[in-house]
């Protein structure tokens, strides 16, 4: 038996660390996230393994995520350069200008396939994640799965619903 902790989000790896050196749960955990580098600042202990449900290509794919890793890389190279107040001026209301569009669109998708649901009757969940929450439970099974961001919590709830698998919301 396992346990699952499911995080998203960079802001709230500290969280489950925190949570998983607190626990009193002996054994390994394996913690999904979409991308490895959520955990990058975190020190982790050794019987806790990290496992991306993502492949990094689909990081872009998406143009909101693109959008803003140019924005931060932009804003650091531009830190390293004395010329760079007029440069950066320009980047600035450039990527303003593209990351509007890129939102605009993404708000456009999004009611699109909010539409398209609503109308199905069919919950909305994370296919990345539920797929790879079952390739887990067939090799080895779960135990309890912690979610850390709501987001989750749909696909984690489809999942483990049926198959009577704890789930804890942290």
Same mark, same amino acid.
């Given at each position: 038996m396992s346990r699952v902790a499911v995080v998203s989000y960079r802001i709230r790896a500290r969280d489950?660390?925190?949570?998983?050196?607190?626990?009193?749960?002996?054994?390994?955990?394996?913690?999904?996230?979409?991308?490895?580098?959520i955990f990058s600042k975190v020190d982790?202990?050794?019987?806790h393994m990290v496992s991306p449900y993502r492949n990094r290509l689909s990081f872009f794919r998406s143009r909101s995520h693109v959008a803003e890793a &140019?924005?931060?890389? $932009?804003?650091?190279?531009?830190?390293?350069g004395s010329f760079g107040i007029g440069l950066e001026k320009f980047l600035k209301f450039l990527i303003l200008r593209v990351s509007s569009l890129f939102y605009r669109n993404a708000q456009k998708e999004t009611s699109d396939r909010e539409l398209e649901n609503h109308q199905k009757n069919?919950?909305?969940?994370?296919?990345? &994640?539920?797929?790879? $929450?079952?390739?887990?439970?067939?090799?080895?099974?779960?135990?309890e799965i912690i979610v850390f961001d709501i987001c989750d919590l749909p696909t984690v709830l489809e999942f483990s619903d049926p198959q009577g698998i704890r789930t804890l919301i942290r």
């Open positions: 489950c660390n925190d949570y998983l050196q607190s626990s009193s749960y002996k054994g390994s955990t394996i913690i999904l996230c979409p991308y490895r580098n982790l202990e050794s019987e &140019l924005k931060n890389q $932009l804003k650091y190279l531009l830190r390293l069919q919950p909305k969940h994370n296919e990345h &994640l539920f797929s790879f $929450l079952d390739t887990i439970h067939q090799e080895d099974p779960i135990e």
